[in-house]
């Protein structure tokens, strides 16, 4: 008689389905939408581990890809693959920017051998029965091309203050692994062991325990039982969305020093960064840094941007990695399409030779609409374009005729700003999201009908 | 003679109390009650209406025919001249009676005149009232013809409110979901407009986006067809070498 899993043991019958409720989403990861700021939001921290420890141009196959995390290593130019237990995932994954993305089983990988430089997984091996962790890891060996590295984020334990799934009562163990799926978590000393059956170099790091998301505190703590101080906790949750961006930029800021200066956290029990490999390792941080193509003003994206410009006569801003949206914006979201929300002022810099109009698509969401209209104002380096009252929902284009003037003494630097007359919180006391964004109207499709430069 | 006519007056007062106990069977106001010997009727009540008036009209009238065999038979017949006594008193008194009579004749006969004419009076009302009770019959057999055309005709109008009543409710109910119909159709002709403009957004989107990709291939086409130019130019610098 087969042993029963710890899925069956929990109650979770379909697992590929328990992880697209858990991990597919319509979050816009796609990196031409990637923020260069956002390098220091604790969110991306463990991406940015990664980021920093691939090569250029390689190839790298994530392991568990969710929604598609790792979509900003494509600003390195590397072929980026992703396999996922749920199809949904995947799909979303591939939306995100991946090439390509499969749903499989880790421990049979449809793809042949020797052919990644990098195998990643980020939170994946915590969900892996300890029974089926040496497959998946023979499979990652088998993919990896010779020299090639394997690069985890993985969750751990502390058997000293925490239960093991034996231990467990059938409700105990029900409500842990509900929480996140957790039913492979490991010392870190035996995860270590387990990479080194299978390469001979290996090395790990406790981190991400020190410093975490203002969510990621609230949720360790409220659902996983850690102990933390109950006025920082209630601190913590009162905090406004700006509050806690500003939380999470802080605590992603000393991460990446922690890494920067290569220094070594004790044990937390938590979580590891792993790095393994048949050759020799460099160093566990910042092996191949570059970070030029996170930012916007990179000769590179300048010819891009140029190209554009030339080809259609018109520049888009959405996806343009010479624009610059400042933080008025929030991150983007997938209505459909994917569009920026923003709050009651936010601008757009870009640079162009002239501009002769410029065009966008806007909504809002904005409760009782028909009641009282939304007064909207646009902006050209401090010049007021036009202003209207939206009074209708759905999406509006507008086009807006620029000034023969004003692109002359703009001197190619433009800036295009956007006001409203009030904000709404969209779901102002929601229990687990806490969003409590101030949004006006989202826009999408920025256009500028430009003149070549010469 | 005397005792003919006794026996006469006996007869008609028991045919009046018959006819008097057939109005009182018959639920009817009490006619005749205090009908006099000399046929006074001032006290009977005539009656109004409905079928059991109908019969006492009958009644009456046939009570009336009962009176004029009275009238006819007896409107010039005085009272016998009779005495009680006997013998030579009743003779003197049969005298004097009979010569008082003879006396009083001018006067009598002016009754018997009256007594006359109150019977054609009657004889002649009868037939009139006759053929007038007839008549009303005849009406009112069609006044209940009529009661009867009016209640159908007005089970029929009740009917038609009801279904008028109803159609009255149908066309609002009517009405009621033609306005439901209506506003869901401008909310599905809404709906299908933000829709519409919501795929419109979503095309410019891809072409946008489409056009970035085909100007990021032909830059990245220019770039790699200007490396193979250069790894041309050196390998023929090789050759040349």
Known sequence: MPKESLYERAGIADVAEFYRTKFASDEVLDNRYFKALDRFDIRFARTMWVYDNVRAGSSVLELGCGAGMLAMLKRKGVALIGVDLSSACAIAARRNGYDATFAAELSRLPLPAASFDYVVSLDVMGHVEAEAKDAVLAEVKRVLRPGGVTLHGIECTDRTARKGYDEMSAAELRRFVEIDGHVGLEEEQEQAARFRKFFSQVAWQPRYALCLSSEEFLKQADRYGLPFEDDFLDYLRGLSFKERRAFDMAMGYVFGKVSDLNLRLPESGLYVLLKASDAPLGPFYNEHRDRRNLFSATAEAAVSAASTTTAANQLCLDRNLEVEFDDGWFEPNMLPPIARWMGQQAAVKFRAATVSEIRLDLTTHLPDLHALPLGVEIFLNGERLCAFSLRRYGWLELRVPVPADLGGRARGAFELELRTDRTWQPRPVAGETRDDRELSIAVCNITVRVKSET | ?241
């Open chain 2, 1 to 241: 003679m005397a005792e003919t006519e006794v026996e006469d007056i006996l007869r008609q007062i028991r045919e009046r109390v018959i006819a008097q106990q057939r109005s009182a069977a018959a639920g009817t106001a009490p006619l005749a009650a205090n009908a006099s010997a000399n046929g006074d009727r001032r006290s009977a009540e005539v009656p109004t209406a409905g079928s059991s008036n109908r019969e006492t009209t009958a009644q009456t009238l046939a009570l009336i025919s009962s009176y004029l065999t009275t009238t006819e038979r007896a409107w010039d017949r005085l009272p016998p001249v009779i005495s009680n006594r006997g013998g030579f008193v009743a003779s003197v008194e049969l005298w004097c009676k009979r010569q008082m009579k003879r006396a009083t004749r001018w006067y009598a006969w002016e009754q018997v005149n009256f007594n006359a004419a109150v019977h054609q009076a009657l004889r002649d009302l009868l037939p009139v009232l006759a053929a007038q009770q007839h008549e009303l019959e005849r009406l009112r057999a069609e006044g209940g013809a009529l009661q009867t055309e009016l209640e159908r005709q007005q089970g029929e109008l009740a009917a038609l409110r009801a279904v008028a009543q109803a159609t009255q409710q149908d066309d609002f109910s009517l009405t009621q979901n033609a306005q439901v119909i209506t506003q869901l159709l401008a909310e599905l002709r809404e709906h299908d407009e933000l829709l519409r403009e919501e795929q419109r957004v979503c095309f410019k989107q891809i072409s946008l986006e489409t056009s970035e990709a085909a100007t990021l291939e032909d830059r990245s086409r220019r770039k790699t067809e200007t490396l193979l130019a250069e790894l041309q130019r050196r390998l023929d610098e090789i050759e040349k070498k």
